[in-house]
């Protein structure tokens, strides 16, 4: 199953277990049709906020007992009864994929941490519940890896964002380090952009750290699932330092030698 669409979605490996590759088939699509509706194609704001309406109807329905009007919703009607799973992580993904219409910007780090609660941890916690491993500091954990995840993206994916009229990077940080829009538009790679980005990804890689005994806790393949994620996301933030913090040229994404080394640090880190 691809999931490089929609990619706050850190799971469905051939590690994944066959007895949940259905279920999380059936959460990824729904979190990347909805994903799509905010910010695919040619709709307008007002057309992309009723069709994510109509998935929060749907998810009533389910809470409700009632049959969802769409397929979709049906087989993920049966994977929420069948394990258990709660609807507070899928309205949050709605939450999040409406924000996304609307907010462009924002101001404080507080003011994103509490977009990627609803944009990238409800997956984690998905899948906790999943493997019925969602103690509160296993979600605790889950949260900082996500959050760290989503982090990771909206730097490596600045030039992208700017293109959607998005700024990922909080105001706050921007006026602090002396970089305004103008630099991300003109793709000024200063020593201000360079101090501001060295700042974001050390937050983002002490984040990461704050969630990767997670991955030592679950066993298994979850284990190992969650261990090349914590490293592949910690192997991005050393490409975007590698290439000098200049994420306009060249996007950072993980290559062949990158996952060798990935692996390596997984075994390395199990063997300890």
Known sequence: MAVEHYENFPVASILLPSRLRQPVEVI??????????ADEGDLSSSERLAALSFYADELDRIGRGETPRRELFVALGKTVRDFHLPLEPFKNLLFAFRQDISVKRYDAFADL???CRCSANPVGLLMLHLYDAATEENCRMSDAICTALQ?????????L???KDRIYIP????RA????????????VSENWK??????????????????PLAEKLPGRIGWELRLVVQGGLRILERIESAGFDVFRK????????WLSIVWRCLKRRSR
């Not at 982090?151 to 030039?159: E, G, M, P, R, Y």
């Not at 996007?251 to 990158?258: E, N």
């Open 28 to 37: 990824y699509h729904f979190a990347r049709s909805a994903d799509d509706i």
């Open 113 to 115: 941490l509490d977009y």
């Open 151 to 159: 982090l990771i993206n909206f730097w490596q994916d600045v030039a």
């Open 161 to 163: 964002d700017w293109q």
């Open 171 to 174: 105001q706050e940080d921007m």
């Open 177 to 188: 380090f002396g970089v305004t829009p103008d630099d991300i538009a003109g793709a000024n």
């Open 195 to 212: 101090a501001l980005m060295a700042f974001e990804t050390e937050r983002t890689r002490k984040l990461m750290h704050s969630g990767a």
């Open 251 to 258: 996007r950072p994404v993980l290559r062949g030698g990158d």
